[in-house]
């Protein structure tokens, strides 16, 4: 047990520092917190200069709220319990796999870190998002997931911080089920983490910005603006009410699976979900939603 207590403490630090160092100008490449700043004061830019609805305010409906959102997400979120949570988790699972004759190596089918560096790259991009893409269609599947998933989904005016406007328990979710695959790569280097990073939070904002954007043939590969308004769509055919549109960074999974659903424009729209009305309006009562959901 003191083992444990230890690896929580010793994230804690380590984040901590983290922080320092990235507000503090003491990081490059993997400086997430001007990394994000940057993406997103650039996003935002091209919703004012290239909106799709251009009735939509510039601060539009709870820009304020998700902009909160996007930094306790990002940040803050991980220096109260996911760091620690996550690295505490993944020594209890190598303990319980040495009771057993077993290791995480175990699994490994290859060290992606003999790739060449851009099929090294590819390799964890295509598994991540694949991943990621199959938690998304599960948090839309299962009610339990579904009333922690609705805090994205009470998005009434969409623009880029809309993007990082989830509950806490998503990522516990999503980090839980990349745990084998990543495994199963092998090691990986965090410069190739911070690339892929980047590159992700890049489509996701994008996605969930006012810009009338679809990229031409590469909406087949690509998430998109005009496909991700889709997925928000507060009305659905009968025949798909589980959802559509579930692609994080990469299209070609809906495409692949026949969940792709775009049968017009979608600008006017009205996202959300059934009964949102309801749902609650402030940062500590939607955290709260799901455990109060009988």
């Known amino acids: 047990m003191e083992k444990y207590f230890e690896i929580i403490s010793n994230s804690y630090k380590g984040y901590w520092n983290y922080i320092k160092q990235s507000v503090l100008f003491k990081l490059n ?24 609805r ?39 699972f190598n303990d319980v796999l040495g009771l057993i004759g077993l290791s995480v190596s175990s699994f490994q089918l290859f060290d992606i870190n003999s790739f060449p ?27 339990f997931l579904w009333n922690f ?13 809309a993007h990082l406007r989830y509950h806490w328990m998503e990522p516990v979710v999503y980090n839980s ?25 890049t489509i996701g904002h994008l996605n969930h910005a006012n810009i009338n954007w679809d990229y031409g043939f590469l909406k087949y590969i690509l998430n998109n603006p005009k496909m ?14 589980n959802g559509v549109n579930f692609g994080i960074t990469l299209s070609l999974w809906d495409y692949l699976f026949k969940t792709n659903y775009i049968p017009h424009s979608g600008r006017d729209i009205e996202i959300g979900f059934e ?16 455990l109060n959901k009988k």
């Open 275 to 290: 009964g949102d009305e309801h749902f609650p309006k402030d940062f500590i009562n939607q955290e709260l939603y799901p």
């Open 117 to 143: 560096y851009w099929l090294r790259i590819f390799t964890f991009f295509i598994i991540i998002d694949f991943v990621q893409w199959y938690t998304h269609t599960l948090l839309h599947k299962y009610e």
């Open 29 to 52: 490449w993997e400086n997430y917190f001007y990394g994000l700043i940057l993406i997103s004061l650039i996003v935002w830019g091209l919703e004012l200069a290239f909106p799709w």
């Open 54 to 92: 251009k009735n939509q305010p510039a601060f539009r409906k709870d820009f304020w709220l998700d902009t909160f959102y996007m930094f306790f997400n990002f940040f803050l979120l991980n220096l109260i319990a996911l760091i620690a949570l996550s690295n505490t988790a993944a020594a209890l």
């Open 177 to 201: 089920m990349k745990y084998i695959p990543l495994a199963i790569m092998g090691g990986f280097t965090a410069q190739d983490v911070a690339v892929v990073h980047f590159f992700n939070i």
């Open 228 to 241: 991700h308004i889709w997925h928000h769509a507060k009305e659905l055919p009968e025949d798909r009410k």
């Open 149 to 161: 998933h609705k805090v994205h989904h009470s998005v009434k005016q969409m623009g880029f911080a």
